[in-house]
């Protein structure tokens, strides 16, 4: 007798179970359909401001070029200014002819040897900065392609879950959303991990550049010295002093 109500119990009770279960899955579908249109919402965002940041770097990059840019013009137009007057100098106190050319000559070695330095300045700085943004164009064109692609899988992942609702068990589809989703993330992590780092091709490109402004640098003091020197040998040490 006691099995029978027992029996009867359990039969009682199981279209009561199947119902829960169906709501359980029922509301889990919905929150996965709720998460999806939030994701998706989310990815707007996330690309607005992705947008926003690469934009804000490249005007800073530019701000700081235009802002070097005008403070070597304004070196630049001193140095002329004062070189100028230390040739009107030279030519002032020139009194014979060998004096007279030797100042031309001075005036013309200097004045390549300072092309040739400003040459070599300008073709480094823009060696570098070509090299840069091309970094820089590399660097975001990957990380929008890791976005993209942790994008897809996310939306694969929800995606998934959606269409498993007809068919999948609660704890089936939650453990496998789970899963796709962590293992988006993880790739998504090691994407970045492998084009983040990028501090060391920016340091090579730094010294290539300062090596070589160093180089002309030193030809142009090496070019002075030695024109230096033969001035001051037709106006004798005295005369150049």
Same mark, same amino acid.
Not at 109 to 132: G, M
């Given at each position: 007798?006691?099995?029978?109500?027992?029996?009867?119990? %359990?039969?009682?009770?199981?279209?009561?179970?199947?119902?829960?279960?169906?709501?359980?899955?029922?509301? *889990?579908?919905?929150?996965? *359909?709720?998460?999806?249109?939030?994701?998706? @919402?989310?990815?707007?965002?996330?690309?607005?401001?992705?947008?926003?940041? @690469?934009? #804000?770097?490249?005007?800073?990059?530019?701000?700081?070029?235009?802002?070097?840019?005008?403070? &070597?013009?304004?070196?630049?137009?001193?140095?002329? =200014?004062?070189?100028?007057?230390?040739? @009107?100098?030279?030519?002032?106190?020139?009194?014979?002819?060998?004096?007279?050319?030797?100042?031309?000559?001075? %005036?013309?070695? *200097?004045?390549?040897? &300072?092309?040739?330095?400003?040459?070599?300045? =300008?073709?480094?700085?823009?060696?570098?900065?070509?090299?840069?943004?091309?970094?820089?164009?590399?660097?975001?064109?990957? &990380?929008?392609?890791?976005? #993209?692609?942790?994008?897809?899988?996310?939306?694969?992942?929800?995606?998934?879950?959606?269409?498993?609702?007809?068919?999948?068990?609660?704890?089936?589809?939650?453990? $496998?959303?789970?899963?796709?989703?962590?293992? /988006?993330?993880?790739?998504?992590?090691?994407?970045? $991990?492998?084009?983040?780092?990028?501090?060391?091709?920016?340091? $090579?490109?730094?010294?290539?550049? $300062?090596?070589?402004?160093?180089? /002309?640098?030193?030809?142009?003091?090496?070019?002075?010295?030695?024109?230096?020197?033969?001035?001051?040998?037709?106006?004798? =040490?005295?005369?150049?002093?």
């Amino acid at each position: 007798m006691k099995k029978i109500l027992v029996l009867s119990a %359990i039969l009682f009770l199981l279209p009561g179970l199947s119902l829960a279960q169906e709501s359980q899955s029922q509301n *889990v579908c919905e929150k996965v *359909v709720q998460k999806l249109s939030s994701v998706q @919402q989310g990815w707007g965002r996330l690309q607005e401001n992705l947008k926003n940041k @690469q934009a #804000e770097i490249k005007g800073n990059v530019e701000n700081r070029r235009e802002n070097r840019s005008k403070q &070597l013009e304004n070196i630049r137009t001193k140095w002329d =200014e004062n070189a100028d007057k230390n040739f @009107q100098k030279l030519k002032d106190r020139a009194k014979t002819d060998e004096q007279k050319q030797a100042v031309e000559t001075f %005036i013309s070695t *200097v004045q390549n040897a &300072l092309t040739a330095r400003r040459t070599a300045f =300008e073709n480094a700085t823009k060696e570098f900065q070509t090299a840069f943004d091309s970094l820089i164009s590399s660097r975001q064109a990957a &990380l929008k392609q890791k976005t #993209e692609a942790y994008k897809t899988a996310v939306n694969a992942a929800y995606e998934s879950a959606k269409n498993s609702c007809a068919t999948g068990t609660l704890s089936q589809i939650k453990q $496998n959303l789970k899963t796709a989703l962590n293992q /988006a993330k993880q790739d998504y992590k090691n994407g970045l $991990n492998a084009i983040q780092n990028y501090s060391n091709d920016i340091a $090579n490109l730094s010294k290539k550049r $300062n090596d070589e402004i160093k180089s /002309a640098s030193d030809a142009f003091h090496n070019v002075l010295q030695q024109a230096t020197q033969s001035l001051k040998s037709v106006f004798g =040490e005295d005369e150049s002093k």
